[in-house]
């Protein structure tokens, strides 16, 4: 199987980013990283691309005089790397729909909730707000609503009567360092298939390793 080139967006320090450069190491995602595409030139994602030896490339969306000139931008620097997956791991705007339409099937973004509740920002906050009892997080392909494409993974975990925003957003995190490594493998072994709203995950192989 041929390996698939992968890039990642991310705004801040980028610890799904990291991830995803340790699984590749391991050997776990059939992939290589071929550049980190960030719109914030202070990101710490940026260090960690830096030291894992990844190609940075810097879209300051404070450079761009209205948003369609950003996206723009931004879409020329995807086409160029010509990666087979886009993976969003905290980055922190809504793509546009020239952006989704032409990458359709090829972006991935993983979000710290149990979609479809609590989409956009603060959603460990909203889920403590609303009371629920189990939070989790979603990686799922992205489409032109916000947090609203197809589901690829899902996992859960307890909200304890003493969870602050801060411990309930570690123990998600910790749940996204494991789905989206597992997402991204699943798509570079072509085991995803969208069918409508459903992504269906098709057997293994012999060879592919099941966890």
Same mark, same amino acid.
Do not use: W
């Given at each position: $199987?041929?390996?698939?080139?992968?890039?990642?967006?991310?705004?801040?320090?980028?610890?799904?980013? !990291?991830?995803?450069?340790? *699984?590749? *190491?391991?050997?776990?995602?059939?992939?290589?990283?071929?550049? #980190?595409? +960030?719109? %914030? *030139?202070? @990101?710490?994602?940026? =260090?960690? @691309?830096?030291?894992?030896?990844?190609?940075?490339?810097?879209?300051?969306?404070?450079?761009?005089?209205?948003?369609?000139?950003?996206? !723009? @931008?931004?879409?020329?620097v995807m086409?160029d790397l010509?990666?087979? #997956?886009?993976?969003?791991?905290?980055? $922190?705007?809504?793509?546009?729909?020239?952006?989704?339409?032409?990458?359709?099937?090829? #972006? $991935? %973004?993983? &979000?710290?909730?149990?979609?479809?509740?609590?989409?956009?920002?603060?959603? !460990?906050?909203? *889920?403590?707000?609303?009371?629920?009892?189990?939070?989790?997080? +979603?990686? &799922?392909?992205?489409?032109?609503? $916000?947090?609203?494409?197809?589901?690829?993974?899902?996992?859960?975990?307890?909200? =304890?009567?003493?969870?602050?925003?801060? +411990?309930?957003?570690?123990?998600?995190?910790?749940?996204? &360092?494991?789905? #989206?490594?597992?997402?991204?493998?699943?798509?570079? =072994?072509?085991?995803?298939?969208?069918?409508?709203?459903?992504?269906?995950?098709?057997?293994?192989?012999?060879?592919?390793?099941?966890?």
């Amino acid at each position: $199987m041929p390996v698939k080139r992968i890039a990642v967006l991310a705004s801040g320090r980028g610890s799904n980013f !990291q991830a995803v450069i340790d *699984a590749i *190491a391991r050997g776990e995602i059939p992939a290589s990283c071929c550049g #980190l595409i +960030t719109d %914030n *030139a202070g @990101a710490y994602a940026i =260090e960690r @691309a830096k030291k894992a030896g990844i190609p940075v490339y810097i879209v300051d969306y404070g450079a761009y005089p209205v948003k369609d000139a950003y996206e !723009q @931008a931004l879409c020329r620097v995807m086409k160029d790397l010509s990666a087979d #997956l886009y993976i969003l791991a905290g980055y $922190m705007r809504i793509l546009g729909g020239g952006i989704v339409k032409h990458f359709h099937g090829q #972006l $991935m %973004n993983i &979000h710290p909730a149990l979609l479809p509740g609590f989409p956009g920002l603060h959603a !460990q906050r909203q *889920a403590l707000g609303y009371g629920v009892k189990v939070s989790g997080c +979603t990686v &799922h392909f992205v489409d032109e609503g $916000m947090d609203s494409g197809p589901v690829i993974i899902q996992a859960c975990v307890r909200v =304890e009567e003493e969870d602050d925003e801060e +411990t309930l957003s570690a123990r998600i995190l910790a749940l996204e &360092h494991r789905c #989206l490594p597992e997402a991204i493998r699943l798509f570079c =072994e072509d085991r995803l298939i969208i069918d409508g709203r459903r992504v269906r995950i098709l057997p293994g192989s012999a060879t592919s390793p099941e966890r």
